[in-house]
């Protein structure tokens, strides 16, 4: 990853193409990886990064040069990732994994979290992939998908119960 400077934001809110692409290229790896585990699709994925960038560079006359630019870009995607869930209304029937799919896929640590977290519904999901993974207070969580603290703890709480109930029973399979 490129090193993000103030050199770096000067440019973008100057609306340097150049710094544009070093920015794209530098970020978007991270930000596509978070989308696609948050959306579960890639396609819908990309288009979120789509979108994510360009409000950046749309908006990034107003950055701070001191800003923490991939915690604002995250910030970005995240939003619409759970802008998208909500109009979306993804059914929780799309989400639920198979047991067959725990006992014949092996049991790599990052399959396993993935086939756990594509176990939840969408708006779960995010929760707990920005607590877990991305280190997001639950008091952000909550502003993030306009509910209380304790929403964001109690979602986490009882997906976290979920999962070892899932491991449980994946461990006595075999």
Known sequence: MIN?????????????????EV???????????????????????????HDTFIQLFDTAITLDSNINLIAWVKKIAINKAFNYIK??????????PRLDDYLTEGRNDSDMLDRLLASLPAEQRVVVWLFIVEGYSHAKIGHFVQKSESYSKSVLSRCLNKFRCQIGDVNESY
């Open 23 to 49: 920015c794209y290229i530098s970020l978007s790896p991270t930000i596509y990886t978070t989308l696609v585990k948050i959306c579960r699709d890639r396609e819908i994925a990309n288009d979120l990064l």
């Open 4 to 20: 993000i400077d103030e050199r770096l934001i000067k440019k973008l809110k100057a609306g340097d193409k150049a710094a544009q």
């Open 87 to 96: 109009r979306s209304k993804l059914s929780v029937l799309e989400f639920q």
